[in-house]
Nanobody
Framework: HIPLVESGGASVQTGGSLRLSCQASLSTGTHLNCMGWFRQVPGREREGVAA????????SYSDSVKGRFTVSGDRYQGTLYLQMNDLKPEDTAVYYC??????????????????WGQGTQVTVSS
């Protein structure tokens, strides 16, 4: 388990933008091979939003955010970012950062990740 801390959540209006950040606490020589963003609203399953393989820099996105959200990060700093543009009320959720140290793909399946942050709230009002 790698400690992950998210930040950047806020309340914005429809059409606004936010940038979420995730910082991992890495021991010397430890690298996270995959990192991703997930979101969850009460009563619904956690949804994969965007993911990134930190070696190949391959990224994947859910259809609901493709073209509006951009994931980026730095493998050696243990950081992950999510630039969210053209936000919609349906983007309202708690956003979680997730990571995996083993060999992995940039999957949006939550079961693939073994480290999770505490989440940051994003609220988009109409």
């Amino acid at each position: 388990h790698i400690p992950l801390v998210e930040s950047g959540g806020a309340s914005v209006q429809t059409g606004g933008s936010l940038r979420l950040s995730c910082q991992a606490s890495l021991s010397t020589g430890t690298h996270l091979n995959c990192m991703g963003w997930f979101r969850q609203v009460p009563g619904r399953e956690r949804e994969g939003v965007a993911a990134r393989n930190t070696l190949s820099e391959f990224t994947s996105y859910s259809d609901s955010v493709k073209g509006r959200f951009t994931v980026s990060g730095d493998r050696y700093q243990g950081t992950l970012y999510l630039q969210m543009n053209d936000l919609k009320p349906e983007d309202t959720a708690v956003y979680y950062c997730a990571a995996k140290t083993d060999t992995c793909s940039a999957t949006l399946e939550s079961q693939a990740y073994d480290s999770w942050g505490q989440g940051t709230q994003v609220t988009v009002s109409s």
